[in-house]
């Protein structure tokens, strides 16, 4: 796989987890659990069940990415360049 078809899966990941921010949300909540009380597996058990939802879980989570057209637009775009990229290497 060459280096453009990798950075637009990376690009569509981080749009389908809600955008940058969503993504620095997901780490610092793991470093909170990571730096919290407990096991290691019941940190390693409720780590995973916190990066399975993008983001935080307040009700405004949905509030900040509101250019969401946006992001269509792009995953879309990347979609076409991995599709064009397949049938002509």
């Known amino acids: 796989m060459d280096l453009k078809g990798l950075f637009n899966k990376g690009k569509k990941v981080v749009d389908e987890r809600g955008g940058v921010e969503s993504l620095k ?34 009700p405004e989570a949905q509030e900040r990415h509101p250019n969401r057209h946006a992001t269509e637009e792009r995953r879309a775009d990347a979609d076409r360049q991995e599709s064009k990229e ?4």
């Open 25 to 58: 949300e997901d780490a610092q909540e793991v470093a909170g659990i990571a730096k919290g009380k407990g096991s290691l597996s019941d940190k390693a058990k409720e780590a995973t069940a916190a990066i399975k939802d993008p983001g935080t879980n307040e």
């Open 86 to 89: 397949r049938r002509h290497p």
